[in-house]
């Protein structure tokens, strides 16, 4: 089983910054994908916010796009997020995406128990 551990949620002033941290662990052949969702109360399913192949292709959603930036550590398996410019509509519960082959080589997603970033003055 993969376990993901997020990090680095927490409150924060209109225009300020964040980063969450997420760290995959478990045994695996090897991970693909990984990335970032969100989902506020109201909303029944999790955006894309960002997304990264292990070869370092990224994938961010038109909401974000120039104060968000998502990047990697293949060698650590870590993804991060590193959020400028907060605003209020970013509130939400950021949840980690990773997707692996097991150990018998099938495909597989884990989801971390997200983590609570709140922008507000």
């Known amino acids: 089983q993969v376990q993901l551990v997020e990090s680095g949620g927490g409150l924060v002033q209109p225009g300020g910054s964040l980063r969450l941290s997420c760290a995959a662990s478990?045994?695996?052949?090897?991970?693909?994908?990984m990335g970032w969702f969100r989902q506020t109360p109201g909303k029944p399913s999790r955006e894309l916010v960002s997304?990264?192949?292990?070869?370092?292709?990224?994938n961010t959603s038109d909401p974000v796009k120039g104060r968000f930036t998502i990047s990697r550590d293949v060698a650590k398996n870590v993804v991060y997020l590193q959020m400028d410019n907060l605003k209020p509509e970013d509130t939400a519960i950021y949840y980690c995406?990773?997707?692996?082959?097991?150990?018998?080589?099938?495909?597989?997603?884990?989801w971390g128990l997200g983590t609570q970033v709140t922008v507000s003055s």
């Open positions: 995406k990773a997707e692996y082959i097991d150990i018998d080589w099938y495909s597989r997603i884990a």
């Open positions: 997304t990264i192949t292990a070869g370092g292709h990224t």
């Open positions: 478990g045994r695996i052949f090897s991970f693909g994908d």
